[in-house]
């Protein structure tokens, strides 16, 4: 899933672009699977990523992949959400002190589309009018095509120092569907065990004139955890009211939630963001920035920085009622009354913490909090690497000249959750810029431009040989 938020005022202006010319070879057949990818139907409801990961395991044994560099997987219970994971081998593997190896990670699977509600259908790759439509093009097969084509054209060339690894898994788009990144981590890490991980959620924006206004890199998110609150009572005839009533009882927990304000937290890439925002954005705003850096108690700091939704996320964690269910008749008082609640928790925020949390602003014995499974790895912190993110800045300069980046902490959730706490930082590589619009991801007419996917592929190929080559 993807979330790229970039500040207008930063990416305000931009040198011109000239049309671009694909750098890497192989187009073509990068086309072909980029077709194939994007036409293979792997949503949860009527699609198989198993289907979409044999159709690769067999291009990569046709450029040459053994046996046993590739691992396709599945469980009984969920056969059609398998996953792949290719290797190809580093020239420092297995060397004393050689460098350790790579992840790139990516999923495969795909939200669910109703094809009567497009305009094109979703399982179709369609070329018009300088965007190729379809659904998962931009998310995410636009990315796991890219990495796919880039292990194949390197298969043929000089190995890397690193080993690098592919993952290309099931299950980042549906909460309760079978998780491959969680399932590896958990069972199989030695299969995607590296340094670092590059991943989806960073990218770029488009401006409306179709050039490009900035790049970002995600360095971190929140965990997504939901829990119940939940009121019970004995009920009775709706003529004969009770002075306790469960849907009152929830009422009041609701309101206290969605009212509640955590707490201001920073992190080594949010404080380098509002440091970055403190320098451009105009008063108040800026000077208000710069004195929550300082002290993060300051209350009118917060207020005035908090203004904008996106800032407010950044800075602490979330909870928000998404859903409701009460009563069980129009003429009886309601015996159980509960809300869903959404929580996006700060790094390093322990979930039954944020539970006690919640039971201290509801402060009501009546009304009973609990997590609500899949309960989610505690997320950590990623760290600003300069190894890292210093090839991502100096190869995006060749790319993107005069385009300024900046590093993001994801208010949503990817599959990064689950790949950090067994001790890989991941990075959501920049590179694939996404328009004003949205792109129409996990909605209607889902669509990538061409010059984004190609230069693209181009950014991140050229990324990816620079790190997996340290000097």
Not at 207 to 231: C, H, M, R, S, Y
């Amino acid at each position: 899933m993807r979330a790229l938020f970039l500040t207008a005022a930063l990416f305000a202006s931009t040198a011109a672009q000239a049309q671009y010319v694909s750098q890497q070879p192989g187009e073509a057949q990068f086309r072909a699977l980029f077709k194939e990818m994007v036409e293979t139907d792997t949503s949860v409801t009527t699609g198989s990523c198993t289907a979409a990961a044999e159709k690769l395991a067999v291009r990569f044994k046709a450029a040459g992949f053994g046996d046993s560099d590739i691992t396709q997987f599945s469980v009984p219970e969920f056969p059609k959400d398998g996953g792949i994971v290719v290797h190809l081998k580093g020239s420092d593997d297995g060397k004393k002190g050689g460098v350790k190896p790579m992840l790139l990670l990516g999923h495969l699977d795909v939200v669910a589309a109703k094809p009567e509600d497009w305009t094109r259908s979703p399982f179709t790759l369609i070329e018009e009018g300088g965007y190729f439509y379809g659904r998962g093009t931009f998310d995410d097969k636009a990315q796991a095509s890219i990495w796919a084509d880039l292990l194949i054209r390197m298969k043929a060339g000089k190995a890397p120092k690193r080993t690098i690894k592919l993952a290309l898994t099931c299950g980042e788009e549906t909460t309760y569907a079978f998780n491959g990144a969680d399932w590896l981590a958990k069972n199989r890490p030695e299969l995607i065990m590296a340094e670092f991980a590059l991943n989806e959620g960073g990218g770029g924006r488009n401006g409306p004139d179709g050039k490009p206004q900035g790049l970002a890199v995600q360095v971190g998110e929140k965990t997504v955890q939901n829990f119940w609150i939940e009121a019970t009572n004995p009920g009775g005839h709706s003529s004969v009211p009770r002075p306790d009533n469960a849907i009152t009882d929830l009422t009041a927990a609701v309101v206290a939630v969605n009212r509640h304000e955590f707490p201001v937290q920073f992190t080594d890439t949010t404080r380098t963001y509002f440091t970055t925002l403190a320098k451009v954005m105009p008063n108040p705003v800026g000077p208000a920035m710069a004195r929550l850096l300082t002290n993060p108690n300051d209350a009118e700091a917060n207020r005035i920085v908090s203004m904008d939704p996106t800032n407010h996320s950044v800075l602490r964690t979330t909870c928000v009622t998404t859903l409701l269910e009460a009563g069980h008749a129009e003429n009886a008082l309601a015996q159980r009354a509960r809300a869903n609640v959404n929580c996006r928790m700060f790094p390093g925020t322990d979930p039954n913490a944020l539970k006690a949390d919640l039971e201290k602003v509801i402060a009501n014995a009546k009304v009973n909090v609990s997590l609500k499974p899949p309960i989610r790895p505690v997320a950590k912190p990623t760290p600003m690497n300069p190894a890292i993110i210093g090839p991502m800045t100096s190869v995006a300069a060749r790319h993107f000249p005069g385009v300024p980046m900046l590093a993001i902490m994801s208010t949503g959730a990817t599959d990064a959750i689950y790949i950090t706490p067994i001790g890989i930082p991941v990075y959501g590589a920049p590179g694939t810029m996404i328009d004003a619009d949205g792109n129409g991801i996990h909605g209607l007419n889902e669509r990538i431009s061409v010059r984004s996917l190609m230069q693209g592929r181009d950014y991140l190929s050229d990324l990816v040989m620079v790190l997996a080559n340290p000097k």
